[in-house]
Structure formats: structure tokens, C-alpha cells
């Protein structure tokens, strides 16, 4: 950017002169221009508004001291920089400018060195003053935005009328007689297909971002307390515009709410954002409007007594064989054939009670499930977790179909437990016998191969293994307490022979019947010479 410089001398020479030096040193960083006294300087500052004056004192019509004077005046803290050109006899005038707060003075005849001393000084502090003052303007916006989106937040929740001193605070304080008028509210969510939000600050940046490019008007943008973002601006058409370049570049997940009143007082403000917001309620059940104006939905909808019966059965259903009637008793829970015209609120109520009377019932009733299952019955557990209805409605089929499974397999489980239970109890009792897997799976009627597999489940050994530990317990506790031959006390427990004892029990208990039993004699010895001992 080029900077503008005045040079001030009633001698031509010394103004080309100068504008020579300056023009071959700092090619293209001044805009130069020149005056022949201060009058002249004067007029052609109010055109140019220069950044630098470099002014001599002695002129014609009106001197340097004058003019500075009169620039002073003018600007105030506002005004140019300014150099004073001074001879030895001109000193005194120039000490006299310092209370104008004259920049420097240089001394004729002009030295090229300290003149370009000079002028790099200058932009540097040009340049830094530039800074601070761009950094002042971006805190005090940034403080007078703060301030008005809590003013209009204030307003959204204002629970009674205000008075007049409170509602021209309000106005002062946002600004409000600069807003075009007449104005609209329009309320904006982001969320993204997993029906997780966007931040509210992310959204404002992504609404001034889309704002941008096409005519309109946004007076103000602040968040309500849910997170949502309020846009207050004209005409309805900009807001449209912005919902449809959104969706142009990709953005799908913004909706918008529009209001339909066009108000001219603040204090409509409040009923503008409640119709800004019931109208973004409904993009829920229409997945293809990326903005809904509140006219269309300002009409009484339709509305349903609760289907507490047709919940009960939906509940009663789980676990059995009947998922197609399931889905289609969901449909007629929610209306589906109505959808279009429902109110809201009856499919918030409906999905409140499935929740409670099926879902939660569920799994009190059954413990809780996988772990996948359970993640999507906390997300199924709130709509407002989903974009649009039918990303609930279908998510909510699937944790319906999943529950089921999920009971049919619990109720299996508990069913085939009980068989187990009979079948140890089978075994507990006739293990004596010469028993197989095909005689205690036909006691409690089930297929062998299936048997085989919940009988290990169950007990965690598979069928012979459990049989072995359960006669060799037994016989364990014969050989401590009956007076039989090894061979009689095998049989006894259902072994062939007692060949086949001693191997089953050295296998199990990694020694023969024969050492287990003198093992336990010698134990018995042991404890009772320790107990004569303590008697005596």
C-alpha cells in the first residue's frame, strides 16, 4: 500500500528536488505531492489526506508554523505526521512546533542520508501504530459482539414484558436502530450424519463463511441455550439462500427454521425466534427440506391418543417368531401413514413410551445385552440424537429386531439350562450304571450332536470326561470310608473292571486306588496320634 507524502517549500527546486531523492530511493512505497505554501498544502490535504507532511516554515500566504497549527486543529490526534524543513535561523520557530508535536525537523541544506533515516523511521512507527490500532478495532468489535449476542440471548429467555428504560438499554446496547427493518429470525442446527453437533462456534464461522456471497442482510448471530444458532437479518430470502448454498457446497446437515412474521420492534424478537424454532422442529420428519418457513407448519397438526395397548403388545412380541407383524405394528405406533401432518410432540411422547414400557422393561427383565446392542439403545433412547426421523425410525427397527434376538436367545439359554440341570441330575443318580450320552440325551429329549454341545457348555467337560469325574468321586469317598476290594469298589462306581478303574483313577488323580487309599489311612494315623498328643 502506498503511503501519502506533502511536500511543503515555496522553493521549486527544493520540492523536485526532494521528490527526486525519495521517488529513487523508495520506488513505488509514496504517492508524492507538492505545495508552494501552507494554504495550498492545507486544501490539498483535505483531498489527499497525507500520511506524512514535510513542510518548510518560511512561505508566502501562510507559513509552515501556521499550517501545522491549523492541522492540529483540524485532526487533532488523528493527523499526519509531520517534518518540519528549518535553516540555523529558523531554529527557535521549529522548537516552537514541538507543541504541535512535530514529528523531527531537518536542517537545510538537506542531507539525503538523514533524510532517509528519517522516513524509515517513520514507516516503521507508521506500521506499528497501524497494527495496534487494527488490533484495537478487532478487540472492541469483538467486546461489542460479545456484548450484543448476550443482550439478544437475554432477550430470547425474557420471561415478562419490559419496561421502557429496560427495552431502551436493550436497544442501545445492540445496536438496534441501525438494523434493517423489517427483520426476521431464523434458527440453525448442524448435525452431522450420526446425528452428532456441530459446535455453536463452529456453526457461526460456517454461516459467516456461506453469508458472504450473496446480498443480504445479517444484523446480529448469537447461540440460545440449547446450542442452536439465532441469525436475526432481512430479507427471508437471504436465509434461504444461505440454507440452499449450504446445501450447494456440501454442507447436508445444516437446517433452519425461518420465521414468517416480519417485525419492526425489538421487542418481537422473542415470538420471531419461538416461530424460528418450531419451524426448525419439523425439518425432523422432512429429511429433503434444508430450511422450513413457519408458515407452513403454523397450522394446527395432527395428533393421536397414545397407543398404550398396541406398546404392550409390541413388548409382548419380543423373543417370538413374529418380526414381520412387529414392524408393522411399529408403523402404526407412530403413524406412519400420517407422518407429514403429525404434530411433533405425539412422536416425541410415542418414542418416550417405547422406550420406558419396552426397551427399559427388557433389559431389567433380562440383564443387559452386547455391548453393541446397548450403544444403540442409548442413542435410540433420544430422537433428537438423529437428523431427521427416519434415521430413528430405522435405527429403532434394528434395536428392535436386535432385542428380539436377543430374548429368544435368553429365553433358549434358560430353557436349555434346565435341561442340563436334569441331565446332571440324570447322571448324579444312575452313574453306576453303564451309561452313554445317547441314553441321557434321550432323557431330556435332545438330539445327540446338539446335546453334546450344550452338555460342555454347561458343565465345561464334554460327556465321558464328566462321567469319569463323577464315578471316581465316588469312589474316592469309598475307599475312605467302605471296607470293599478295589476290584468291588469299581464296579460298584460303574467301571467295567478294575483294570479300567485303576487307569481312569491313576489318570485323574495321578495316583492308582491302591496308594490313594494307604494315603488316607496314613492321614487318619497322623491325626489321631496328633490328637492323643494334645490330650495328654
Not at 447461540?223 to 430470502?237: H, M, R, T
Not at 454442507?251 to 419461538?274: F, K, P, V
Request: charged share 30%; glycine share 6%; net charge negative.
Amino acid at each position: 500500500m502506498k503511503r501519502t507524502l506533502l511536500i511543503v517549500d515555496d522553493e521549486k527546486n527544493i520540492r523536485y528536488g526532494l521528490k527526486t531523492m525519495i521517488e529513487r530511493e523508495f520506488p513505488d512505497l509514496y504517492g508524492i505531492h507538492m505545495a508552494s505554501n501552507g494554504q495550498n498544502a492545507l486544501d490539498q490535504y483535505r483531498e489527499t489526506r497525507a500520511d506524512i507532511v514535510i513542510t518548510d516554515i518560511r512561505m508566502p500566504v501562510m507559513d509552515g508554523i501556521r499550517l501545522i497549527g491549523d492541522l492540529a486543529i483540524e485532526t487533532g490526534d488523528k493527523g499526519p505526521v509531520v517534518v518540519i524543513l528549518s535553516g540555523y535561523d529558523d531554529f527557535e520557530y521549529a522548537k516552537t512546533a514541538i507543541k504541535y508535536k512535530v514529528k523531527d525537523y531537518l536542517l537545510k541544506p538537506i542531507r539525503r542520508e538523514e533524510l532517509f533515516d528519517l522516513l524509515i523511521r517513520i514507516e516503521k512507527e507508521l506500521t506499528e501504530q497501524e497494527a495496534i490500532n487494527r488490533q484495537r478495532e478487532e478487540q472492541s468489535e469483538v467486546f461489542y459482539k460479545g456484548l450484543r449476542s448476550s443482550c439478544i440471548q437475554q432477550l430470547l429467555l425474557q420471561p415478562k414484558d419490559l419496561s421502557d428504560e429496560e427495552l431502551e438499554r436493550y436497544i442501545v446496547e445492540i445496536g438496534f436502530h441501525q438494523f434493517k427493518k423489517p427483520y426476521r429470525v431464523a434458527v440453525v442446527n448442524f448435525q452431522y450424519e450420526d446425528g452428532s453437533r456441530m459446535s455453536p462456534n463452529e456453526t457461526q464461522s460456517l454461516v459467516e463463511r456461506l453469508s458472504g456471497s450473496f446480498d443480504g442482510n445479517l444484523e446480529a448471530m448469537t447461540s440460545d441455550f440449547e446450542g442452536k444458532i439465532v441469525l436475526v437479518g432481512s430479507p427471508k430470502n437471504w436465509f434461504q439462500e444461505l440454507s440452499i448454498q449450504a446445501e450447494v457446497k456440501g454442507w447436508h446437515g445444516l437446517r433452519m427454521g425461518i420465521s414468517n412474521t416480519e417485525a419492526h420492534s425489538l421487542l418481537d424478537i422473542r415470538m420471531q425466534y419461538e416461530e424460528a424454532l418450531r419451524a426448525l422442529q419439523y425439518t425432523f420428519v422432512y429429511p429433503q427440506a434444508n430450511y422450513i418457513d413457519y408458515a407452513a407448519v403454523k397450522e394446527e397438526r395432527r395428533s393421536f391418543s397414545l397407543p398404550h395397548e398396541d406398546i404392550r403388545k409390541l413388548a409382548n412380541m419380543l423373543g417370538t417368531d413374529r418380526e414381520k407383524e412387529m414392524m408393522a405394528l411399529l408403523g402404526s405406533i407412530f403413524q406412519i401413514e400420517h407422518l407429514h401432518q403429525i404434530d411433533i410432540a405425539y412422536l416425541e411422547r410415542v418414542s418416550r413410551l417405547v422406550n420406558e414400557q419396552v426397551l427399559d422393561e427388557v433389559f431389567l427383565v433380562y440383564g443387559e445385552s452386547s455391548v453393541e446392542v446397548l450403544k444403540l439403545y442409548k442413542k435410540v433412547g433420544n430422537m433428537s440424537n438423529f437428523r431427521c426421523f427416519h434415521d430413528y425410525y430405522r435405527k429403532l427397527e434394528h434395536l428392535l429386531i436386535s432385542v428380539n434376538d436377543y430374548v429368544t436367545q435368553v429365553r433358549s439359554a434358560y430353557t436349555e439350562h434346565g435341561d442340563m440341570k436334569e441331565a446332571v441330575a440324570f447322571i448324579d443318580e444312575y452313574y453306576a450304571r453303564p451309561l452313554n450320552m445317547a441314553m441321557v440325551s434321550n432323557h431330556v429329549s435332545l438330539s445327540y450332536s446338539y446335546f453334546s454341545e450344550a452338555f460342555k457348555a454347561h458343565t465345561g467337560d464334554n460327556f465321558v470326561l464328566y462321567l469319569k469325574k463323577v464315578r471316581i468321586r465316588q469312589a474316592k469317598e469309598l475307599l475312605l470310608n467302605s471296607p470293599l476290594k478295589l476290584a468291588g469298589i469299581g464296579e460298584s462306581v460303574g467301571f467295567e473292571n478294575s483294570k479300567q478303574f485303576s487307569r481312569v483313577f491313576k489318570e485323574l488323580e495321578g495316583i492308582s486306588p491302591h496308594e490313594y487309599r494307604i494315603k488316607l489311612h496314613a492321614d487318619e494315623r497322623l491325626k489321631d496320634d496328633s490328637s492323643s498328643s494334645e490330650s495328654i
